[in-house]
């Protein structure tokens, strides 16, 4: 891992006056820049050749002769044949010769190995470098092995699929999408044999995969994404908000469940075992007797990760739920960086994240009025790695 020093001795260099904020041009890249520009700050998008049109033209900021956004969101594009280019020691150095402040998103995990990511982006990150590694299901101190040191709740694993005796969801990444998701569902060994065999025989997932696959209890309840912010600044509020609330639209998922039940019976082939790749979000809102059940799983979440994880979580961070029959919170996934879904948040903000601070506040303006704070503050020390 970096040293954190390594860091700090970056950021003596910069002209923190001309401070731009950058990211991977993906998965939550608009509300970042949308937050960024908001707040003040120039945005730098890192975009990936082929895929760079809706930041490089159709987000593209325009500013009028006092430099202010008058449309758009993305000042700069920054193209790559392949985002792990982006290691290169050449090109981090141009990145810190332009003072950026590095906000990680999934893209940025998933393009880029985490190995280098610890010991090679000798670029200012706003949030715990170290956490990154926590989302990847199946290493040593992954997310499960937090949740539980948490004492939080998540789905029963089932560790032998022999054992199958209620709905179960089967979890393993795609054979040829390879950073989505060969997600199926099961009810019986015989279902999940079954299952199994024709996804496999259709390229949606590998024997191997499934042999490392995590089998976990269905939990049938509505889903919560709750997007957290920590701030190690706080002084004088409660340093734990709730900026907005999301759920997902899954392909081909949502096409099935819009089907009368007789229809869905009638499906053959490949159409007949929906997948679970995430095409898109919405907003929502919970009653008010689940907010302090949701702050309750926060603050252990964030205490977990300050003694197993230190400094802690900075910055966003995402916990996935369900809520079962009994209005009972399971955790299904966390991300220890800015959620996937917050672009719904962006500009508007939420009702949550209004009411607390007055004014429009995204995931994305609440990470760059922390960079701020800290900018102002001499603080900055706090809140990268």
């Known amino acids: 891992m970096i040293n954190k020093d390594k860091i700090l001795g970056v950021l003596e260099g910069y002209d923190l006056e001309k401070a731009k904020i950058g990211m991977v041009a993906s998965h939550s890249a608009l509300d970042v820049c949308d937050g960024a520009v908001e707040e003040g700050f120039r945005t730098l998008g890192i975009c990936q050749a082929g895929r760079e049109k809706t930041y490089s033209r159709y987000f593209k900021c325009q500013r009028d002769s006092d430099g202010k956004a008058v449309r758009g969101v993305v000042d700069e594009c920054w193209v790559l044949k392949k985002f792990n280019e982006m290691m290169e020691p050449e ?60 004492g939080l709740p998540f789905p029963k694993r089932i560790q032998d699929p022999n054992d199958i005796d209620r709905l179960v969801i089967v979890k393993l990444h795609h054979k040829v999408k390879k950073l989505e998701r060969g997600f199926f569902t099961a009810a019986s060994y015989k279902e999940y044999r079954e299952k199994s065999r024709e996804l496999i025989y259709n390229n949606v997932i590998t024997a191997e995969d499934l042999k490392g696959a995590r089998i976990e209890e269905y939990v049938i309840g509505p889903v919560f994404n709750l997007d957290f912010f920590y701030s ?39 159409q007949a075992t929906p997948e679970y790749t995430v095409c898109g979000h919405n907003s929502a809102t919970m009653r008010e007797s689940l907010i302090e059940g949701a702050f309750d799983l926060a603050e252990k979440y964030v205490n977990a990760t300050k003694e197993h994880y230190p400094p802690g979580i900075i910055g966003p961070f995402c916990l996935q739920t369900c809520v079962d029959k009994d209005l009972k919170f399971f955790i299904y996934d966390v991300a220890p960086r800015v959620g996937g879904g917050t672009n719904v948040h962006m500009s508007v903000g939420h009702p949550y994240g209004n009411t607390t601070w007055r004014t429009n506040m995204s995931t994305g303006r609440r990470l760059a009025l922390e960079i701020r704070r800290a900018i102002e503050t001499d603080q900055l020390d706090k809140i990268v790695t």
């Open 232 to 270: 190690p600044l706080e002084s004088k509020m409660e340093r734990i908000e709730l900026i907005g609330v999301d759920w997902r639209f899954e392909t081909s998922l949502d096409g099935h469940v819009r089907l009368p039940a007789p229809q869905q019976m009638t499906l053959m082939g490949e």
């Open 91 to 150: 090109f981090q150095d141009k990145l810190r010769k332009e003072n950026v402040i590095f906000v990680p998103n999934r893209s940025f995990t998933s393009y880029v190995p985490l190995d280098r990511i610890e010991n090679e982006f000798e670029v200012p990150l706003m949030g715990t470098r170290s956490l990154l590694r926590s989302e990847e299901r199946g290493e040593e101190r992954d997310y499960y092995w937090l949740l539980e040191k948490a």
